[in-house]
Each structure stands twice: as C-alpha cells, then as structure tokens.
C-alpha cells in the first residue's frame, strides 16, 4: 500500500512537471487527485487493510494528497504566467506604426477654377442664375438668334432626347430665361455656370464640359464696359500685368462679336509652347447683345443695350494648372485628384 501511494506521488509529480498548459494540468488533476482520481482509489480501499494499519495509511494518504496538491498550486501559476506571456508576446502592440489616417478629400480642380471664376464676378456685382441641361431648341438656339437652317449650328452639334429637346449645347440659354423671367427688371447682370453637351471627344474636347456665362443688360451698356469687366477678370483671375486682346468674331446671338485672347499665362506673352508661340490664350467668345436676343427676352432693344460673354472652364483650369488632356477631369482618378490644393494633398 505504502509503496503504491509513493509510485502514484512519483508518476503524479513527473506528470504535473510535464504539464505545459492549463488543460494538461486539468487532466493531471483529474487523473490523480479527482473523484473517481488515483488517490481517491486508494481512500477507497482502506477497508481491505487491517485496522491497525489504517491510521499510517490514512495520514500517508493526506500528506500524498497535500503535497499534490501544493505541487499542482505552483504548477498552475507558473503555466498561467507563461500563457499569458505567451499571448502577450504573439501581440506586439508596436507604437511606432503610424495610425491609419483618413485623407480629406480636395477640391476637384474644375470646382476649384469655377470657384475662383464665379468669386471674381461676384465680387463686380454679377448674380449666380443657373438654367436647365436639357433644353429646348427654342432656348438653346431658336431664340439666340439661330434658326434651324443655320450653319451655326454645325459647330455645335449636339445630343438629341428628341426633334425638339436635346442636352443644351452651351449655357447661352439661360440669357433668355432669364430675361424672360426678370423683364422689365434692371440691371441684368449674371453669370451663369453649368454643364453643356456636344459631340466632340479628343484631348482638348470633352463631350461634356463646364462653360461660365455672363450677360449685363442696362441703359446705355457699351462694348467699352464689356472690355472693362473682362479685363478686371483676367487680373483677378491671373494676375495684375495680364492683358487681353479682342479679334473679331462671329456668333448669331450678339453683334459686333469677339474672340478674346488673354497674354499667355506661361510666358507672360513672349511666345512658349503652351500659346504656340503667340503669346496669346483664346479663352472666351463674347460680344453685344443681338436685338433680336434682347427682344426674346422681353426687352426693348431702342431703350437698353447689353453685352454677353461665354468662357470654357477646363480650358482656364488647364492653362492654370498646366493638364494637358481634358479627359483627366473625368476620369476619376485619385492620384491625379490629390495634386490639387486642399488639406489633403
Ligand atoms: N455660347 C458661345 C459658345 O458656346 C459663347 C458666347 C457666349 C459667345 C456669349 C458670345 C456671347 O461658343
């Protein structure tokens, strides 16, 4: 009996010193010191050894069983201490890691230049008026002074939804919409950004694009006030020593008409790559307002003049950033994106 219980000590005691994990150690507790354990079986077989015996027997049993469990005590924490070690080490926490930051976003380049355009006319008193971009022949042509057999309308072909309504093919409607809407209000005196839609699609054309209009109707308006606006445009826009040129032109809604040219923005007007050696940018078509226009929106030509204006935004936004390809405003790239002004960039 004394020999057994030293063996099951023995056997107990190497299994606990093998034991690596907390489940090993439950199993080993449970092996030996468990109910229906090792030691337990022996506690139950008191009754097989003589009377005399028992009381040696019982105390051997209870010291086997103390230590054990002591032995067991020790065990379990150093296992505990080195799970936990164990766990700890697999998570590194390392501090130094930069913490994921989200980007804000930036302005798109085309908000951005719009912006800056629409501030320097706000800042001359004109009013923001938008229109609709899918028009009506009558607005976008017919009442702007361009019938339907007129070649005028070959240069700006457009996206028909029918006969007689299509994506408008540049923001000039919104001039007769608005005079109908304001007339016989004065001064008129807006500008007027949005999309417009033709077929055209090459690296300098998109078939969508931004275009910036402005019309000023008022007793005696002359061409020498469209000059003046235009000018203080491009200075605010491009800075103090910017000059302009007007080269005439021809557009059905206003007369006279002019192409207008600001002093190449890369060179100062020497002449570079950018004007093709000009020294000139073409960056808006302008003029007086027709008669005829000024009519359809409800205004007596004896009485009031006007003058009109229509600018292209992603040519101005890429002669201010230096983009060569238009379609890199659409594309929706995320690198090309981010190289724009804003926090984030
Ligand atoms: N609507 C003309 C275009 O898109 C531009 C323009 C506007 C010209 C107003 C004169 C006056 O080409």
Known sequence: MREELLKIKQEAEKALAAATDSA??????????????????????????????RPVIGRLVNEVKASLESLLEERRQEVERAEKERRLGAEVIDITLPGRVRRPGTPHPLRATLAEIEDVFIRMGFQVATGPEVETDYYNFEALNIPSDHPARDMQDSFYISRDVLLRTHTSPVQIRYMQAHAPEL???????????????????????????????????????????????ARAMYGEG?????????????????????????????????????????????????????????????????????????????????????RLFYANDIRFLRQFGGIGA
């Open 24 to 53: 090993a150690l439950e199993q080993v507790r449970v092996r030996y010191l468990g109910k229906k354990g090792e030691l337990t079986k022996v506690s139950r077989s008191m009754r097989d050894i003589p009377p005399e015996e």
């Open 187 to 233: 001064p008129v005196k807006i500008i007027s950004p949005g999309r417009v839609y033709r077929r055209d699609d090459d690296p300098t054309h998109s078939p969508m694009f931004y275009q910036v209009e402005g019309l000023q109707v008022d007793h005696g308006i002359t061409f020498g006030d469209l000059k003046g606006v235009l000018l203080a445009w």
């Open 242 to 326: 910017t000059r302009i040129r007007l080269r005439p032109s021809y557009f059905p809604f206003t007369e006279p008409s002019a192409e207008v040219d600001v002093s190449c923005t890369m060179c100062g007007g020497e002449g570079c790559r950018v004007c093709k050696g000009t020294g000139w940018l073409e960056v808006l078509g302008a003029g007086m307002v027709h008669p005829t226009v000024l009519r359809n929106g409800g205004y007596d030509p004896e009485k009031v003049t006007g003058f009109a204006f229509g600018m292209g935004v992603e040519r101005i936004a890429m002669l201010k950033y230096g983009i060569d390809d238009i």
